[in-house]
């Protein structure tokens, strides 16, 4: 079938984006999907900082590509051996898929999973090869999912059924934002009732954790951030203690304001140096979370006796840490309940066809989450 999508054609490509345009809208031919596959019209699609990072070459991966990881859509055919679902179905994308047989996901954790870190890092499905090509030339998923179009096909592993009449451009911001922002304090188990948490860097994923330690009940919540619209939304989300990023004191302010640092700090910002910055704020004892996907050639700087003598926890949280099965129906809940107010995290609804223009805005710091409506 044929399909309408957002190809990336280069990698590094300078900006503005609104002129360079890295990502083409056109025309591709869509397979129809194979056994254990499905296809779903997407509905919404968030853009996030993921996405930019391919464009930018931070992260290398195959061109060309149909970008986009973050989404939900709606059955319309399923392959051979898929009998869980069916044509009219709900559906929240995940960037992880998981094959339920490697050592990983037998021990519970599917966001590691080994054969889903290989289809993705070659952009192929978790069975091998494309199902998107360009006149007869194999055109890339991004990690399986390649929600930047108006149909895809994606492994069944990579869907999570939804009940809920949630509003799927409300749905499709579980698929990342919230998983992996909530998921981390939820799934971690660092921030307990009482607590005090910080989170380091405030795009989607990190304001969603900021939702996510309210919900938690921290009782103190430090937000950090370079964008000084970006600390008022997390104080209209519910931090207690906002901090610009580039503060020379910044270390000593919080240190002060929590009475000597915080049990749990959560790093969204990609960068070595916002890590550092998020080991800084924690307290004797106490726990480090880096979710950000920093440029592969970062070091990060930190002292091993520190580490040691304080006894300190510095941990890795990819999708999440948890079982996107399980969160995001749990997650729909509290939303659903007014725990988890992720509504307020959409700035932008866009067209597909502006989506250039807003990976500009996502660069420059003006947006949180925008997502491509699709017109059906």
């Known amino acids: 079938m044929k399909i309408t999508a957002a190809i990336l054609e280069e990698i590094g490509r300078p900006g503005p984006y609104a002129t360079t345009r890295p990502l083409t809208v056109g025309e ?109 030339q194999p055109v890339h998923h991004m990690t399986g999912v390649a929600s930047f ?42 921030v307990q009732p009482g607590s005090r948490a910080a989170v380091v860097g405030l795009g989607g994923v990190g304001l969603a954790a900021i939702l996510g330690a309210v919900t938690a009940g921290a009782e103190t919540i430090v937000a950090v951030d370079v964008l000084p619209a970006k600390l008022e939304m997390a104080r209209s989300l519910g931090a207690t203690h906002c901090f610009q990023a580039s503060d020379p004191d910044l270390t000593a302010k919080v240190r002060e304001a929590t009475g000597g640092g915080v049990e749990t700090a959560l790093e969204f910002a990609g960068s070595a140096r916002a890590l550092e910055t998020a080991f800084a704020l924690t307290r004797r004892g106490g726990t480090t979370i880096s979710a950000g996907l920093a440029n592969p050639a970062a070091v990060l700087n930190i002292s ?23 969160d995001i129906p749990r997650f729909l809940g509290l939303f659903e309940r007014g725990r988890l107010p992720v ?34």
């Open 149 to 190: 179009a108006t149909h895809a096909v994606i492994s069944r592993r990579s869907l999570v059924r939804i009940d809920s009449d949630v509003p799927l451009h409300i749905a499709a911001l579980m698929g990342c934002a919230v998983l992996t922002g909530a998921g981390a304090v939820f799934n971690m188990g660092a």
């Open 304 to 326: 091993p006796l520190t580490l040691v003598a304080e006894e300190r926890a510095l941990r890795g949280s990819y999708l999440g840490s948890g079982v996107p099965s399980r």
């Open 28 to 136: 591709l031919d869509l397979q129809p999907p194979r056994k254990g596959e499905v296809l779903v019209r997407v509905a919404a699609a968030g853009l996030c900082h993921s996405d930019l990072s391919v464009i930018n070459g931070d992260r290398a991966r195959p061109v060309p590509m149909v970008l986009g990881h973050e989404g939900a859509g709606i059955v319309e055919a399923v392959g051979e051996d898929v009998t869980d679902l069916r044509s009219g179905d709900r559906v929240v994308f995940v960037f992880v898929p998981s094959c339920g047989h490697c050592g990983p996901c037998q021990s519970g954790r599917p966001a590691l999973c080994e054969p889903g870190a290989a289809s993705n890092g070659r952009g192929e499905m978790l069975a091998g090869g494309t199902r998107l090509s360009r006149d007869g």
């Open 343 to 376: 509504e307020k995290l959409m700035t932008h609804r866009i067209r597909l066809e502006d989506i250039n223009e807003g990976f500009d805005r996502l660069h420059r710091g003006e947006a949180i989450r925008q997502v491509i409506d699709f017109p059906h």
